[in-house]
């Protein structure tokens, strides 16, 4: 069984920086892709960044390119996300997910494995 944990949400201002990690387990994680989806208030989940496993490829929202940075540490199978110049839209439940495959899948629907979140805020 998959299981995903995420953690490093807060409260923070603008401009200001935090670090998502998700500490994946239950399987062999080499064949799967990562995604960081997040969700405000009243709205869809978003797409904000996909990561393979296999090779660390990345791929960004156009509203968090160059700001955030996914990674991942294989020997943790932990995946991260460092957000920088943090932006108030940027507010939401941040969750990770994963899918098996290595396509980029934008849609929340297509994955199937989904972490409890984590509240990221911040103020103006």
């Known amino acids: 069984q998959v299981q995903l944990v995420e953690s490093g949400g807060g409260l923070v201002q603008a401009g200001g920086s935090l670090r998502l990690s998700c500490a994946a387990s239950?399987?062999?994680?080499?064949?799967?892709?990562m995604g960081w989806f997040r969700q405000a208030p009243g709205k869809e989940h978003e797409f904000v960044a996909h990561?393979?496993?296999?090779?660390?490829?990345?791929t960004y929202a156009d509203s968090v390119k160059g700001r955030f940075t996914a990674s991942r540490d294989a020997a943790k199978n932990t995946v991260y996300l460092q957000m920088d110049s943090l932006k108030p839209e940027d507010t939401g439940v941040y969750y990770c997910?994963?899918?098996?495959?290595?396509?980029?899948?934008?849609?929340?629907?297509?994955?199937?494995?989904w972490g409890q979140g984590t509240q990221v805020t911040v103020s103006s």
């Open positions: 239950g399987r062999t994680f080499s064949n799967y892709a």
């Open positions: 997910a994963a899918r098996y495959g290595s396509f980029i899948v934008y849609n929340a629907p297509s994955w199937p494995y």
């Open positions: 990561i393979r496993w296999i090779d660390g490829l990345t």
